[in-house]
């Protein structure tokens, strides 16, 4: 088994994440009547990033080294500027589409008026939010998708196949959380929502290698990302994960030139992995 896992540690790491987050989240926490909403919820979606760990620790290439980018913090200020501006779009887009549609708009205030994020116990509100799911989605997805899957893929393919393949298996990951009426009555749903985890997916790679590997400001994206996608009715689709349709079609919009600028140099993006890996070992 040691020696599969260490032969295909794409495939392996892809089959892990998807057998554990399943596992959790459809038999385990139903098991013992376990509402997704508690803190258990974070087994399943910490996923990716154990299992990186345990197949890092598996071939000895030293975990510290995994979770190190974390501190990576030193980068060009722009890329945090586009990140946090980028996601204020993104919401701000989302509500007034939906007043465009003549739906009520409620406040985060009006919906979670005593907490809005609670872990272990300790209760976070509004902006406080972010930092700590910053952290969570680090060590929980992370470092298994940007950390570990990309590096390894980008062995073997140009950056924008890779991001779309982690992007697809990023959707897959997702399905236990989904619901099952609504994706059998409108299969297409899904679609729409692989479109924009791909989308997501090749935005954080472009963010990753152009900030030298710092899985911090990628885990701020993807906190600041989901804050708003978890904690705002208005744009959370009926199947349960994923925007409506006119809000990814306006996020692709916005990543479009990024999208260019990646799949115009997705065959000269090595020496920025090389320059990461370095970094790594240096610091």
């Not at 909403?37 to 080294?65: K, M, R, S």
């Not at 998708?145 to 779309?164: C, E, H, N």
């Not at 479109?195 to 400001?217: E, K």
């Amino acid at each position: 088994m040691k020696k599969l896992l260490l032969r295909y540690p794409v495939i392996s790491f892809f089959v892990l994440v998807l057998l554990w987050s399943s596992l959790i989240w459809k038999f385990v926490l139903p098991l013992f009547n376990i509402p997704s909403g508690t803190d258990w919820f974070w087994l399943g979606e910490c996923a990716p990033g154990l299992a990186a760990i345990f197949l890092t620790w598996l071939t000895g290439n030293g975990v510290f080294q995994l979770i190190k980018p974390i501190t990576y913090w030193r980068v060009n200020p722009f890329y945090y500027y586009l990140v946090i501006i980028l996601m204020a779009f993104f919401y701000l887009s989302a509500i007034g589409a939906t007043a465009l549609q003549g739906k009520s708009i409620p406040s985060l205030a009006s919906l979670y008026s005593d907490v809005y994020f609670s872990f272990l116990g300790l209760k976070f509100y509004g902006p406080w939010m972010i930092p700590i799911l910053t952290v969570l989605y680090f060590f929980c997805e992370e470092i298994g998708w940007r950390g570990y899957a990309l590096p390894k893929l980008m062995q073997r393919y140009d950056v924008f196949t890779a991001s779309i393949i982690i992007g697809i298996a990023w959707s897959l990951f997702h399905i236990p959380l989904m619901n099952f009426s609504v994706l059998l009555a409108h299969p297409l749903f899904f679609v729409l929502y692989l479109f924009y985890t791909i989308i997501s997916s090749l935005f954080l790679s472009w963010l990753y290698l152009n900030t030298g590997g710092s899985l911090l400001l990628v885990s701020l994206s993807h906190a600041i990302d989901d804050t708003y996608g978890a904690f705002s009715p208005t744009i959370i689709s009926s199947l349960g994960q994923g925007e409506s349709g006119t809000v990814i079609f306006m996020r692709f919009l916005a990543f479009l030139p990024i999208f260019v600028l990646l799949f115009r140099q997705r065959h000269n993006v090595h020496n920025k992995l090389f320059a990461i890996k370095n970094r790594g070992a240096v610091l």
